[in-house]
């Protein structure tokens, strides 16, 4: 062996039991005696090999262990850095498959909800019923009314129809089907229950028809028919419509059904056109044209334009600053709605938004509510706030909006009227919107029907008034949330997800930080004691 041998030699200490293995390379060439007794050879010095037997281990147990540790370090840098690359990539899929998820075309979560509403909408009256008829017609005392509800009807349960896709335009057109049906068991009574309200026909004519001549004529008709300012009618019959005996004998051609939603049943709303969100996710849903126009003509400047949604849902990744727009047919106008707290519903969280005081401001409050104020003598030159005119889109007649009890309304409105107790709780309205999807999961649109009385000397069922009144007739509850069975698949194929997801990104990262922090410490400790 040209390099030498190695001469292991075991030495047995004065001290009993101690034994020393001891390895040496011998500086005898290969070729030479083997037999030489070691003890006594000149090339073996005993104090280096003493000192060399007793370090060599030691040395190298310390490299195995710093790098067994440098090893463990860069494993748990490479698990935090795995879980917080993870962390972009997933929010990516997410974001990829929700915008995909939220198209309005065949096949994706959002059109199976869109064509029919994946939970019960429910439409609650409240009817104002008038207990001192007399009084108001002849001495034009306060008007007493109470409350009396809710009646229920279960609405928007058919499906969308004529659903005709445009792929060049990526938008969808399609008829809203009118249907209702009642509910007694989330009902106070019947259908057949009776009230006493403002005769709807005899309070229009001033409206309809000013000419003193006209007014004459039609007043003999109203007596004729044993008409009065107030009248009974059923729940059914003020809802959805009943035939008018004053309206019955005009000598020519008319319609003579009366009712506050008259047409309804066996109708249909639109045609509307929604864009898909195929091109563009953040226009998905949003109304292009409401029967074939982008701008109501009830409206000058930007108050007729038909804005937003129709409030089932809106684009996803919704932000706390948003403001939601939504468009209603009913009351013909666009609304909008703020930001207002975050909640929990069923266990998913979702943003409320609410429909702020400003919606029905005065144009001295609010210098946008400008063109909604159309006349200047009820609203005394548009300084009142908190009902809104839609005659205009009512043919004519005098219909006003506003929330239930005139919650935010100038004072003055309500003062004629007793029995009325506003409330933020009971008569706001809110939309519980799933942040990440845009889903609408749970609201609650409130809004009261009142109609404008004025004194009319040639009308004797009227003459007796001595000013103006804004008569409440009615006011709704348009109201769903998601049920219990699709909340819990909402929860486990969206809300589980993404928190699973999350829970994994953490772990990754807490786990290969603590990994890489003890590997690192341990090793600089090591680092420091050999050094010693």
């Given at each position: 062996m040209s390099d030498g041998w190695l001469l292991e030699v075991a030495v047995q200490h004065r001290e009993p039991g101690l034994v020393s293995v001891m390895t040496c390379r011998s500086g005898i060439e290969e070729g030479k005696d083997l037999s030489v007794n070691p003890f006594v050879h000149p090339n073996i010095q005993w104090k280096n090999l003493r000192h060399q037997a007793q370090n060599f281990p030691a040395r190298r147990?310390?490299?195995?262990?710093?790098?067994?540790?440098?090893?463990?370090?860069?494993?748990?840098?490479?698990?935090?850095?795995?879980?917080?690359?993870?962390?972009?990539?997933?929010?990516?899929?997410?974001?990829?498959?929700?915008?995909?998820?939220?198209?309005?075309?065949?096949?994706?979560?959002?059109?199976?909800?869109?064509?029919?509403?994946?939970a019960n909408v429910y439409r609650q009256f409240w009817i104002f019923d008038v207990q001192n008829p007399e009084e108001v017609a002849v001495n034009s005392s306060k008007i007493k009314v109470k409350q009396r509800g809710p009646y229920t009807y279960r609405v928007r349960y058919l499906a969308k129809d004529i659903i005709t896709q445009d792929s060049k335009t990526h938008t969808v057109s399609f008829l809203r089907p009118k249907g209702a049906i009642f509910e007694p068991s989330l009902s106070v009574g019947t259908e057949n229950d009776t009230f006493t309200v403002l005769n709807l026909a005899v309070a229009a004519i001033p409206h309809l028809y000013p000419s003193t001549f006209v007014q004459i004529i039609l007043n003999v008709l109203i007596k004729n028919s044993n008409?009065?300012?107030?009248?009974?009618?059923?729940?059914?019959?003020?809802?959805?419509?009943?035939?008018?005996?004053?309206?019955?004998?005009?000598p020519y051609s008319i319609p003579t059904t009366v009712g506050v939603f008259y047409p309804?049943?066996?109708?249909?709303?639109?045609?509307?056109?929604?864009?898909?969100?195929?091109?563009?996710?953040?226009?998905?849903?949003?109304i292009d044209t409401y029967k074939g126009k982008k701008h109501l003509s009830y409206w000058p400047s930007h108050c007729g334009?038909?804005?937003?949604?129709?409030?089932?849902?809106?684009?996803?990744?919704?932000?706390?600053?948003?403001?939601?727009?939504?468009?209603?047919?009913?009351?013909?106008?666009?609304?909008?709605?703020?930001?207002?707290?975050?909640?929990?519903?069923?266990?998913?969280?979702?943003?409320?938004?609410?429909?702020?005081?400003?919606?029905?401001?005065?144009?001295?409050?609010?210098?946008?509510?400008?063109?909604?104020?159309?006349?200047?003598?009820?609203?005394k030159d548009c300084t009142l706030y908190g009902v809104l005119d839609i005659s205009k889109c009512k043919e004519g007649r005098p219909v006003y909006i506003s929330l239930p009890h005139f919650l935010h309304a100038s004072p003055e409105i309500a003062e004629p009227i007793e029995g009325l107790s506003p409330n933020e709780e009971e008569h706001s309205t809110y939309l519980d919107v799933e942040p990440i999807t845009g889903f609408t999961l749970q609201f609650a649109q409130r809004l009261q029907i009142n109609m404008l009385v004025?004194?009319?000397?040639?009308?004797?069922?009227?003459?007796?008034?001595?000013?103006?009144?804004?008569?409440?007739?009615?006011?709704?509850?348009?109201?769903?949330?998601?049920?219990?069975?699709?909340?819990?698949?909402?929860?486990n194929q969206v809300i589980g997800k993404?928190?699973?997801?999350?829970?994994?990104?953490?772990?990754?990262?807490?786990?290969?930080a603590v990994i890489f922090i003890a590997f690192t410490i341990s090793y600089c400790a090591c680092r420091l004691k050999n050094a010693k």
């Open positions: 147990m310390g490299c195995n262990r710093n790098c067994g540790l440098i090893t463990g370090a860069v494993i748990g840098a490479v698990v935090a850095l795995f879980g917080g690359i993870l962390m972009p990539v997933g929010d990516m899929l997410i974001e990829k498959t929700v915008k995909k998820e939220s198209v309005l075309e065949e096949g994706t979560t959002a059109f199976k909800n869109w064509v029919k509403a994946g008409s009065f300012m107030f009248q009974k009618r059923t729940l059914k019959e003020l809802l959805w419509g009943y035939k008018d005996p004053f309206l019955s004998l005009v309804y049943n066996n109708t249909a709303d639109g045609i509307y056109k929604v864009f898909s969100g195929k091109d563009d996710i953040s226009k998905v849903a949003r334009m038909i804005n937003g949604t129709d409030g089932a849902t809106f684009p996803p990744f919704i932000e706390k600053n948003r403001v939601l727009q939504f468009f209603s047919a009913d009351i013909c106008r666009s609304f909008y709605a703020v930001f207002g707290a975050e909640i929990n519903l069923k266990g998913i969280p979702v943003y409320r938004f609410v429909l702020p005081s400003r919606v029905f401001a005065s144009p001295l409050q609010n210098p946008d509510n400008h063109c909604f104020c159309t006349e200047k003598i009820i609203s004025k004194p009319a000397k040639n009308i004797v069922a009227l003459k007796g008034l001595k000013h103006n009144y804004l008569v409440p007739i009615l006011w709704l509850n348009e109201t769903a949330t998601i049920g219990d069975e699709k909340a819990e698949m909402f929860r993404i928190n699973l997801l999350a829970l994994i990104e953490m772990i990754l990262m807490s786990v290969g």
